[in-house]
């Protein structure tokens, strides 16, 4: 079952950094993309970062170089570290998937809310001092 689980969200002073994780079974999905999102309070959701099936990756310009998005062999957790972060990067973190059934392959779509199927219930990131 695909459904995304997220943890590792908290409070950390600027400059200090966080690794959130992602739980999602995706041994059985021909091809997938994964997706962080994030939402500020008052502000629209956004799209962070995203990975395929093959780990060819994907940052927004606010993030990159600061976030790594990663994934373990066997394929059922992901991380994003999360280095030199700012008050800006306070909000809901959300992990998303979509799968592509009829695909061996299938690359990212635009990190768009609407493009992803299954969603987290979202782990709180606030950077604070």
Same mark, same amino acid.
């Given at each position: 079952?695909?459904?995304?689980?997220? &943890?590792?969200?908290?409070?950390?002073?600027?400059?200090?950094?966080?690794?959130?994780?992602?739980?999602?079974?995706?041994?059985?999905?021909?091809?997938?993309?994964?997706?962080?999102?994030?939402?500020?309070?008052g502000?629209?959701?956004?799209?962070?970062a995203?990975?395929?099936?093959?780990?060819?990756?994907?940052? +927004?310009?606010?993030?990159?170089?600061?976030?790594?998005? &990663?994934?373990?062999?066997?394929?059922? +957790?992901?991380?994003?570290?999360?280095?030199?972060?700012?008050?800006?990067?306070?909000?809901?973190?959300?992990?998303? +998937?979509?799968?592509?059934?009829?695909?061996?392959?299938?690359?990212?779509?635009?990190?768009?809310?609407?493009?992803?199927?299954?969603?987290?219930?979202?782990?709180?990131v606030?950077?604070?001092?």
């Amino acid at each position: 079952h695909v459904q995304p689980v997220e &943890s590792g969200g908290g409070l950390v002073q600027p400059g200090g950094s966080l690794r959130l994780s992602c739980a999602a079974s995706l041994y059985a999905a021909r091809s997938y993309c994964i997706a962080w999102f994030r939402q500020a309070p008052g502000k629209e959701r956004e799209g962070v970062a995203n990975r395929d099936k093959y780990g060819n990756t994907f940052y +927004a310009d606010s993030v990159k170089g600061r976030f790594t998005f &990663s994934q373990d062999s066997a394929k059922s +957790a992901l991380y994003l570290q999360m280095n030199s972060l700012t008050p800006e990067d306070t909000g809901m973190y959300y992990c998303a +998937a979509k799968v592509f059934a009829d695909y061996d392959y299938f690359p990212c779509p635009a990190m768009v809310v609407n493009q992803f199927n299954y969603w987290g219930q979202g782990t709180q990131v606030t950077v604070s001092s």
